[in-house]
């Protein structure tokens, strides 16, 4: 089978979405048919289904695991990254890479512009800049780093599910109320993918740093709560609390609101806001949730 596009990573939560959009377009290996830390394979997939768009949604996401293995998580982030750029560079691919907000300390009171100086204080935010580092450099007039954040979709384990989960077994619920950032569903992501990588293929886009997440802001419990009522279960069983509360290995951005103004000019539609966002991604979140 040879394809316009090809999807790394296409068993995960947004790979599922980014292949399903693309439909007969795409060709979507997942890590059963393409292990991105294997060379030899990444080139020989590229050879054999000569894509024009590689949509790298492969990565290691477990940021706390990340904290004590480190090598393991640059080796599939940054190393793999740098073999599947490199790859790119010899067939003329363009590369679509999805990278994340951890790339940013978190203390902003602004939303970081997509120049801003990364200055990550995780080991899966390093491990993550490598791998947009690489893009750049070896892919300067194709390389594209799209980073995300707060990413829920009905393909896998997030925060959105979790809640659904917990509003039919819980009175009461605590979540966090001091982070904030921009809930993004993966379906409105894959959107954002797909006519990036139409625009790279027309010139209407310059390669580089774009920020691929929802317009507005909230914390966590905001999330919750709005989640709460758009099931409609009482918001009020969401009570605030602190990060405090729930320590972890790797520490969470307590800012992770990203700007969007790169896509001016590019012909993409920045995505909507993240309250009418979830309203339409809630009844799949539901059915996958509780079948």
């Not at 067939?91 to 801003?116: I, K, M």
């Not at 750049?136 to 980073?147: A, D, H, N, Q």
């Not at 709560?225 to 307590?254: C, I, K, N, Q």
Request: charged share 25%; net charge neutral; glycine share 12%.
């Amino acid at each position: 089978m040879r394809g316009r596009w090809l999807v790394t990573g296409a068993g995960g939560m947004l790979g599922r979405d980014v292949t399903a959009r693309l439909g007969a377009e795409a060709v979507g290996l997942g890590r059963a048919e393409l292990d991105l830390r294997d060379p030899a394979a990444v080139r020989a997939a590229l050879a054999a289904h000569r894509p024009e768009v590689v949509v790298n949604c492969a990565a290691w996401t477990a940021v706390d695991d990340a904290e004590g293995r480190e090598e393991e998580a640059l080796d599939v982030n940054g190393t793999a990254v740098r073999e599947l750029a490199a790859a790119c560079a010899e067939t003329g691919a363009v590369l679509l890479h999805v990278s994340t907000d951890y790339v940013f300390a978190g203390d902003a009171a602004v939303p970081y512009r997509e120049a801003a100086p990364p200055r990550p204080r995780t080991a899966y935010g390093r491990t993550k800049l490598a791998g947009e580092r690489a893009v750049l450099e070896l892919l300067p007039e194709r390389g594209y780093v799209v980073r995300t954040a707060w990413l829920y979709g009905a393909g896998g384990g997030n925060f959105v599910r979790t809640m659904i989960r917990l509003e039919a077994e819980r009175d009461l619920l605590d979540v966090v109320d001091d982070q904030r950032g921009q809930p993004t569903w993966s379906g409105d992501l894959a959107r954002v993918l797909h006519e990036l990588g139409d625009a790279a293929l027309a010139g209407r886009a310059a390669p580089g740093v774009y920020h691929g997440t929802s317009g507005g802001e909230a914390s966590w419990c905001e999330l919750a709560r709005e989640t709460f009522r758009l099931l409609g279960a009482d918001p009020a069983r969401v009570r605030a609390t602190t990060s405090g509360a729930y320590p972890r290995p790797a520490p969470r951005p307590a800012y992770s609101v990203l700007g969007h103004e790169r896509w001016h000019g590019t012909g993409v539609r920045p995505i909507r806001d993240w309250r009418a966002a979830l309203a339409g991604a809630l009844p799949a979140l539901v059915s996958a949730e509780r079948g």
